[in-house]
């Protein structure tokens, strides 16, 4: 009994410590934005592997997503003859829940974790500590380009992710299920809010670009400096920016659309 | 061509005025710093002098690069001071450490090249960080360095594709582009063959006569490092248990700094990890 208790306080004091660094951390690269703007071309680099990078994962997966949101709308809503709501359905879907929250999983993926290993091998290779000895603090040079790269992508991908998803729910249900075309469109654009839905999702994937950019660069900062350890804040990254997503999504969700 | 190249940049050297030549740009007192429980350091006291190439020897693991960080005040120390040309680093503002790094040079043992960018790039790095000089200026800049080391051909290579001892001489170009006050090497000569190992020991004592330097090689490299360091200090758990000239070193009577300096297996560091009696041991196991 003693035993489980020493453990629960220990991985709590852990958890706390890890919580309280990388709150250090985020302050220390949020200092260093100011000078970032007079060397945006750093950030521009980023956003091309942050960003432009990840594009092919969210087009196809936002494709696919959006044709089986087209497909499962459409068998429900046939039995109530509503399926002249399938595009309210999938769009509401997508930019309200499915954009942020599959693209925000998939960035944890595809960039997240290629951002952690980038920095953690930096570190393992000295290269961190070699621009410390060259006077460049890497804080502003290194982990500040990719957060704010990061934070940018991510609402630019989610977005993207939900538009090309309402054109695959486009193709099913207008191409291959038959619903009406000017059905489908004008009820979307009847029924759905500017501020209630398109914002709130806005502002989800901001807060999900956030939390997934900075889970990413504070373990590669952190990692041990080991091809082991490289590797475990790799896969830290993932589990617990997929953990923090879907938890944040909850709260948000529950603040946004009570 | 090395050499015309050092004459003109000593003779620009000797101009420039020099108040403080004798005292000695490192000093460091009283040094305690221990890591994890276990004491790396008990009390060091050393000084490197201006203009000379001082090399810290001991066996691995005894703090030699911890030395080296907490020279560059990577590290702090527990107690004690470290002053680097009159100043204490331990004590020193980020803004003041950072503007003293700016004069300090460190060449790391992986070469610690910036894999993403190539050979040009990663001399010129510290020079476009540090300076706002015209691109076509930063270019002989780096070509000047690269000549130095030999490799200015090599400039369009990718870290990837040199080898051991091309990264540790592209490290060095770039240790040296903004014209440092010190240079640290760390293990400067491990892993190489012997043609690199030959034409690093030959780069730092040129580089340090060239440029006026002053330079701190540690490493447990005997021949080499005899071969060119001024001055040796030799540590051993914790302490400082020899220095001295190369020639003193060699024929010291301590049996330890024998054992060191001459490679003996067995000696006042023995051959075997402390263990209890080997026949009881034996025994033991097998009951």
Do not use: C
């Not at chain 2, 049996?255 to 060191?260: G, M």
């Amino acid at each position: 009994m003693t035993g489980w208790l020493r453990y629960l306080g220990r991985y709590g004091l852990h958890f706390f410590e890890r919580l309280g660094r990388a709150s250090i951390f985020l302050s220390q690269v949020l200092l260093g934005l100011p000078r970032l703007i007079l060397r945006f071309r750093l950030v521009i680099q980023q956003l091309y592997f942050i960003g432009v990078l990840s594009l092919l994962i969210i087009v196809v997966s936002g494709l696919f997503v959006g044709m089986v949101l087209g497909l499962q709308g459409y068998n429900t809503l046939v039995d109530f003859g509503a399926e002249e709501s399938l595009g309210v359905m999938v769009a509401l879907s997508l930019v309200r829940e499915l954009g942020p929250v599959v693209a925000a999983l998939l960035f944890a993926g595809r960039a997240g974790s290629a951002l952690t290993a980038e920095i953690g091998l930096m570190k393992a290779t000295e290269q961190l500590s070699g621009m410390e000895m060259m006077a460049v603090d890497p804080l502003p040079r290194v982990i500040a380009p990719r957060f704010v790269a990061g934070v940018i992508s991510m609402p630019l991908l989610a977005a993207i992710f939900s538009a090309v998803g309402v054109i695959g729910g486009y193709f099913v249900g207008v191409g291959l299920l038959g619903v009406d075309t000017g059905a489908f469109w004008s009820q979307m654009q009847a029924k759905i809010s500017w501020s209630d839905d398109i914002l709130n999702g806005v502002i989800k994937s901001v807060v999900f670009g956030v939390v997934a950019t900075w889970i990413a660069v504070f373990e590669g900062y952190d990692a041990i400096p080991t091809s082991e350890g490289v590797s475990r804040a790799t896969t830290r990254t993932v589990v617990h920016t997929s953990l923090a997503i879907l938890g944040v999504d909850f709260v948000l969700t529950a603040l946004m659309f009570e | 061509m090395m050499d015309n190249t050092g004459t003109k940049i000593r003779s620009l050297y000797k101009k420039m005025p020099d108040n403080n030549k004798n005292s000695p740009l490192i000093e460091i007192r009283n040094l305690h710093f221990s890591r994890g429980g276990r004491m790396i350091f008990d009390g060091i006291d050393l000084d490197i002098p201006r203009g000379k190439i001082t090399a810290i020897m001991g066996p691995s693991g005894t703090g030699k690069t911890t030395l080296l960080r907490l020279i560059g005040g990577q590290l702090k120390p527990s107690s004690g001071t470290i002053n680097v040309d009159r100043q204490n680093v331990p004590e020193l503002s980020r803004r003041d450490l950072y503007k003293l790094r700016k004069r300090m040079g460190m060449l790391f043992q992986s070469g610690a090249l910036l894999t993403d960018i190539n050979v040009f790039e990663n001399v010129a790095f510290p020079v476009r960080e540090h300076t706002k000089l015209p691109e076509s200026m930063i270019r002989s800049l780096v070509l000047m360095k690269l000549e130095a080391v030999g490799l200015r051909g090599a400039r369009d290579l990718m870290p990837s594709e040199l080898s051991g001892g091309m990264a540790r001489r592209v490290a060095l170009a770039r240790a040296i582009a903004l014209d440092p006050m010190m240079i640290m090497y760390d293990e400067p000569f491990t892993g190489q063959d012997p043609i690199s190992m030959g034409v690093l020991v030959q780069l730092i004592r040129l580089l340090n006569d060239a440029l006026n330097m002053t330079s701190i090689v540690v490493s447990h490299d005997v021949k080499e490092t005899i071969a060119i360091a001024d001055y040796i200090y030799v540590i051993s758990e914790g302490k400082i248990i020899a220095h001295g000239s190369p020639e003193q070193l060699n024929t010291s009577d301590s049996p330890w700094v024998k054992q060191f300096i001459h490679g003996m297996p067995d000696g006042p560091v023995p051959f075997h990890y402390p263990a209890k009696d080997y026949l009881e041991d034996l025994i033991s196991g097998a009951g």
